[in-house]
Nanobody
């Protein structure tokens, strides 16, 4: 059974930073590509960043240069470092093992002054 637990969200001012974490279980973490998605109110869920099992990364154009995805296979955890946050980054952020259908509960990120 796939289980994903996101944490690290919160309220931050524009220009600030947050680091999200996602602890995964029920999968062979070191084998699987992982992704971070987000969903803002009234909008579709979108892929923000992904990382392969060997650490190759890909980013949505809207976050390139500001967000960094990384993983620690020893801890079965994937991270999303978010810098220079903007109000339009406000959303619920979810992680996902890309070959599985399961989602975690998400973590709310709010960027506001």
């Amino acid at each position: 059974q796939v289980r994903l637990v996101e944490s690290g969200g919160g309220l931050v001012q524009p220009g600030g930073s947050l680091r999200l974490s996602c602890a995964a279980s029920g999968i062979i973490f070191s084998r699987d590509a992982m992704g971070w998605f987000r969903q803002a109110p009234g909008r579709r869920r979108e892929l923000v960043a992904s990382i392969t099992n060997v650490g190759m990364t890909n980013y949505a154009d809207s976050v390139k240069g500001r967000f960094t995805i990384s993983r620690d296979n020893a801890k079965n955890t994937v991270y999303l470092q978010m810098n220079s946050l903007k109000p339009e980054d406000t959303a619920v952020y979810y992680c996902k093992a890309l070959i599985y259908a399961s989602w975690g509960q998400g973590t709310q990120v709010t960027v506001s002054s």
